[in-house]
């Protein structure tokens, strides 16, 4: 039986293209140097899967639980316009925001549907911040693209996954045309969780981004007691801590995870999502998170690759457009379209960014949970509808006559 429970390697079915135009609108924050564990060839040394136990760490000892399920986050956009009902078969909770921006990236005209300032999980729709993350890495010369990783025991997660050592251009590209877990992954943890936690942070509060994909799925199937003995309640309360304390138990999990090989965290999730243990409050608790709305600001502001140089920006706006999704033959007469989508047990994300022939730019986010169809595999079956369906609604922005 194949996993249900996450995002596997979509397959492009939806080609895109696009040129590079730069319009510089990034202030860069300062990074200190990349860390990955290793960067150039070296003997490999043996190391247990398990290493010795560690002294003992306090345990999450949550309060009552009082932070509604879903909570908002940000304030609401002004008035923007109804979008068209979903197609046939969507069902769960739907979020969608859509908006074309300004030069100084304020959105002048915008599409909502449903929670739009709910937070949802981002499923493997987080990937592009951290290959962007990894390119600003490259531009202020602390990481080569040659640069050479090693994938561990430790620091593979679930499904197929890059082997032996994997440069660093290799493994960027890899998280965004193949969605490949163990390489997004190696490149976070070798970035610094906490750093890029921070940095998302202050560009979008509203925005979440903490934990590996190892992390979030051990933890969910269960296999860290030792930190939530009390799982739903202890890590549906966590979620509510604020920012700094929320970093200090994301930093338990990503360590504590590395304590797991992939295959036992895949065998546990699938028992536990097609069993009595599954419990929707931990994709909220677990997950990287974000709304609608604030993800579809925070593309507007990082897919076109502005604050990076012009070779490491050229390899972004590739590696994006080839990613999944969109239409075959779109309506929206874009000159660039770079896409990121994501989906799981219950879930599915399309996200994505698009630049017009006179300059404006659009962005959008498309986050639906909870929903009736379960496994990912048919969750991905709903890919080409709702991808025409984005397509009509971004093609109704750009004939918008604020644009005139």
Known sequence: MKLPAMLLSLVVLFGGAGRADSVPVFVRIPTPPFTPESVA???????????????????????PLSAPLAPTCGAAAAN????????????????????????????????????????????????PLVVRAALQEVDAGRLSLRA????????????AYPAGRNTVAALAQRSLERSDNTASDLLYLGLGPEKIARA??????????????????????GLMPDVFPDLVRGAV????????ERLKWASRLNARAQQLTGPQVEAALDSYFHGPAYAPELELALQNTSTPQSYADLLARTLSGDDLKAPTRKLFRSWLAKSCCQPKQPQLKAVYWGHKAGSGWRMLTLTGYAELAG????????????????????????IPALINWIDAALSELARSPLLK
């Open 41 to 63: 060839p070296k003997p490999v040394q043996p190391s247990p899967i398990f290493p010795k136990p560690a002294p003992a760490q306090p345990v999450f000892n949550p309060p």
């Open 80 to 127: 923007p316009a109804p979008a068209q009902p979903l197609p046939s078969g969507v069902s769960g909770r739907v979020g969608f925001y859509a908006a074309i921006y300004d030069k100084q990236l304020q959105p002048v005209r915008a599409l909502a549907l449903g929670q739009v300032n709910t937070l949802f999980p981002l499923a493997s729709a987080f990937k």
């Open 237 to 244: 309360s966590a979620a509510s801590l604020p920012f700094d």
């Open 148 to 159: 050479l990783i090693t994938t561990t025991p430790a620091k593979r997660s679930i499904e």
């Open 359 to 382: 300059g404006q730019r659009i962005a959008y986010a498309y986050f639906n949970d909870g929903s009736g169809t379960l496994e990912a595999e048919d969750m991905e079956r709903q």
């Open 200 to 221: 998302v942070h202050a560009l979008s509060p509203c925005t979440a981004l903490l934990h590996t994909t190892k992390a979030w799925w051990a933890a969910q199937a």
